[in-house]
């Protein structure tokens, strides 16, 4: 079969007007047999390539080892479209409306130019920690308001001495007009203190070293927060660090010296390769490899068969790195479910039961940038946290300026529109404490601020009771209401660049529905100002509320007891237990109605025996993409849809009876999972035929599940429907501020169901 044509879009922001660079990419796309463009915009250029994906894959990889010397490229996000009919490779001209909206760049990893520097025992910079040129260094965590200049960054504490000025003033200089600039004369300072806040004498990188060696837990200021790290091949100082930091068993990030390292701990493809080494410098999701017994810990990430690893990605930790050799932890400075830490004070009062030491420095962190996190799934880059190195970077689209989106309750981000673009804050985490809440606030200021816009309309979740609902209240501008899920599918559309009508396969935790009960096994049809829910998956009643999310026996539980089955709980709970939840679901006491795919997924994995209780978000259902992944080549199961009602529903009933067969048969339970997975992936197949809809959208945090999503793309390309889904934007709750900002923007004149909101 002749593989199906693709469009890549690159924008890249950087060095890359005026250095040969368009050029280049011509030659670069002609030479692998793409046709496409390619024209500069207000901040970098643009590139679209459009033919086989493989050719378009290997363009994407081959930019930054062949690019003209004196390119730097800042940052670069890929974006997969539908191809449009390119042909030949034209050099378009460059837009000369004018009209340049604010860009504020995210902070971008160290230079190989710098890098060089720090380590180069010559060099006036050999081993400063704070070297930067404007091709790499902090951006968007010390700026304060634009334009981008000294005096509005957190940079302004620290006049520069002769040398860095003559640099600063100089055109031929790398580091012309790079605000940060900075050297051991007259740039920030290390200290490392004890957590009473006496500094220690000595090298602070030299001991801060020794000491992780020695097995301390180290507090150390970075870029956009705070870290926590130990050496992650000593199973005490994981095992302390876990039990200070109130973490039972969820994964932690590992800082890793270089990319030799890496490739012994997890599986690494060219596309994995090269996020690692981006000016993102992202975490990257790797599938463990055999070999990361040997160099980390079991603690550091128990029984998870997936690493969160990133390299160096600032002068500080590719010295401290370089000085340790071997893998560390670097989990955010925070504790739990708080934001990451950015102040000294604040980080000795908060971090002082967890750190040993404390390795700080003197320059302000003006905004906490989280760590991103990506993995690659179908092939392409997928972001599923969105900050250091990506965030504010825009999503373009053409709409209403001036909507301020607050976003969801969990995994929060902001956003606001101008014309031509929609700018997303960084992940920003979990409305439920006080600091994440103010953080939140800040940033939605910050926006506002950093790019000139005023608000005049607010966007947000239909829940009465989320806290960024009540933020869009009081922000005193008219409120719009957009049904959570709803806004997760105009979010995937706006970076796909799709209209309606679509058919959205919405698959998630939870959302608060127009019924007043909790959604997330949606399927909406997508149209022009609003929605109609086609269909969505059996109804079960969740016992415990929030208490069902972290244990996947409860939605086993109200599952089994909607089918008339609930004696097959077996020996999960206590007898008592178990006759206060069967009383519970009888009666209806403390148990909400949900369609949620998520809590689906947790009942099935603890119907298979794979977890009952869940210790971080999402354990559960990796555990079982993990487990389906060891088997191939099973028969699904038959796929039940109720069509004589509407909206259709989905019945997940043959599954579990089938599936609990399956357990008390002694049946491989690999197999199961994979039948289960296949299933579902089955399930939305026969929905989408059945809508009539051509094109089929993918969203909501199931998606991050890389067997459902690569299973439901496969099968719905078979079945002859266009399928879409996230890349730039997490699939999960973090790119819910954009869907709410577009869902705004259409529902101006027709208010609908999506904007009205029961009480
Ligand atoms: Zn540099
Ligand atoms: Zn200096
Ligand atoms: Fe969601």
């Known amino acids: ?196 806040g006496t500094a220690l004498p000595g090298d602070p990188i030299e001991s801060t070293a020794t000491a992780l060696l020695e097995g301390s837990i180290v507090a150390v200021k970075g870029v956009g927060g705070f870290h926590l790290m130990a050496r992650a091949d000593d199973p005490d100082a994981v095992r302390r660090l876990r039990r200070r930091k109130h973490r039972e068993e969820k994964p932690f990030a590992l800082l890793v010296p270089d990319l030799e390292t890496t490739r012994r701990m997890g599986r690494i493809g060219a596309l994995e390769e090269r996020l690692l080494r981006s000016p993102e410098a992202p975490i990257v999701l790797l599938e463990r490899a055999p070999g990361a017994d040997d160099l980390i810990a079991a603690e550091v990430a128990p029984g998870a068969p997936m690493l969160g690893i990133m390299l160096p990605s600032n002068p500080l930790h590719h010295l401290l790195t370089r000085h340790v050799g071997v893998p560390l932890v670097a989990t955010s400075g925070n504790l739990s479910d708080e934001p990451i830490c950015t102040d000294n004070a604040e980080a000795l009062q908060r971090l002082g039961g967890i750190a040993d030491l404390f390795l700080l420095h003197d320059r302000p962190i003006v905004r906490h940038v989280d760590d991103s996190i990506v993995r690659v799934l179908l092939g392409r880059e997928t972001v599923l946290r969105r900050a250091r190195g990506y965030a504010p970077l825009p999503v373009s689209w053409k709409g209403e300026a001036g909507i301020l989106a607050t976003g969801p309750q969990l995994k929060n981000t902001v956003a606001i529109s101008t014309e031509d673009h929609v700018f997303l804050s960084q992940h920003l985490g979990d409305l439920e404490t006080e600091p994440a809440v103010e953080a939140h606030e800040q940033a939605l200021d910050a926006l506002v601020r950093l790019f000139d816009q005023t608000p005049t309309r607010v966007a947000t979740d239909l829940h009465p009771d989320y806290r960024s609902t009540r933020t869009a209240e009081n922000a005193g501008h008219p409120v719009t209401c957009i049904q959570h899920h709803h806004a997760h599918a105009l979010a995937c559309m706006a970076e796909n660049e799709i209209e309606s009508p679509a058919l959205a396969i919405v698959w998630d935790g939870t959302g608060y529905g127009t019924d007043g009960t909790i959604w997330g096994g949606e399927f909406l049809r997508i149209t022009g100002d609003g929605f109609e829910r086609l269909a969505h998956l059996r109804p079960f009643p969740l016992p415990g509320g929030d208490r069902a999310a972290r244990e996947p026996r409860r939605s086993l539980a109200g599952m089994l007891h909607e089918v008339g089955r609930f004696e097959l709980l077996g020996d999960r709970f206590s007898p008592s237990e178990k006759r206060l939840l069967g009383d519970a679901l009888r009666k209806g006491i403390g148990t909400v109605t949900t369609t949620s795919a998520g809590r689906l997924v947790d009942g099935v994995t603890s119907l298979l025996g794979i977890r009952h209780i869940s210790h971080y978000e999402a354990q559960s259902a990796t555990a079982l993409e993990f487990s389906a992944a060891a088997a191939t080549g099973v028969e699904p199961l038959p796929v039940v849809v109720d069509r004589s009602r509407s909206p259709w529903v989905l019945d997940w009933e043959p599954w579990v009876v089938a599936l609990h067969d399956g357990v008390e048969r002694g049946d491989d339970i690999s197999l199961l999972a994979r039948r289960f997975l296949d299933s579902l992936i089955d399930g939305c197949v026969e929905v989408a035929r059945r809508s009539g809809e051509p094109r089929i959208v993918l969203s909501g945090g199931c998606f991050q599940n890389r067997l459902l999503l690569e299973g439901t793309v496969g099968r719905l390309r078979q079945a002859g429907l266009q399928p879409f889904w996230h890349q730039r934007v997490p699939p999960n709750d973090g790119g819910v501020a954009l869907g709410q900002i577009v869902g705004a923007s259409l529902q101006k004149r027709l208010p609908t169901a999506s904007s009205f909101r029961p009480r």
């Not at 380590?119 to 981008?148: H, K, M, V």
Request: proline content about 11%.
């Open 1 to 196: 079969m002749k593989p199906a044509r693709t469009r890549l879009r690159l924008t890249v922001r950087g060095l890359v007007q005026g250095v040969g660079f368009r050029p280049f990419i011509h030659r670069l796309a002609t030479s692998l047999d793409l046709a496409g463009r390619v024209w500069n915009d207000g901040h970098g250029v643009i590139i679209e390539v459009e033919g086989i994906p493989e050719s378009a894959r290997s363009f994407l990889l081959g930019i930054e080892s062949g690019k003209p010397p004196h390119a730097a490229i800042h940052s670069l996000e890929p974006q997969w479209l539908e191809p449009c009919g390119l042909h030949g490779f034209e050099i378009l001209p460059s837009p000369t409306d004018g009209r340049r909206s604010a860009l504020v760049l995210p902070d971008i990893a160290t230079c190989p130019d710098c890098l060089r520097e720090i380590l180069d025992p010559a060099d006036r910079r050999f081993g400063y920690p704070f070297t930067n040129c404007t091709n790499c260094g902090p951006r968007f965590s010390i700026i304060e308001s634009t334009p981008y200049d000294r005096p509005r960054t957190s940079m302004k504490a620290f006049p520069m001495c002769g040398a860095c000025r003559a640099e600063y003033a100089d055109p031929e200089n790398r580091r012309f007009h790079a605000q940060p600039n900075a050297c051991p004369d007259c740039g920030p300072r290390l200290s490392l203190v004890d957590p009473s």
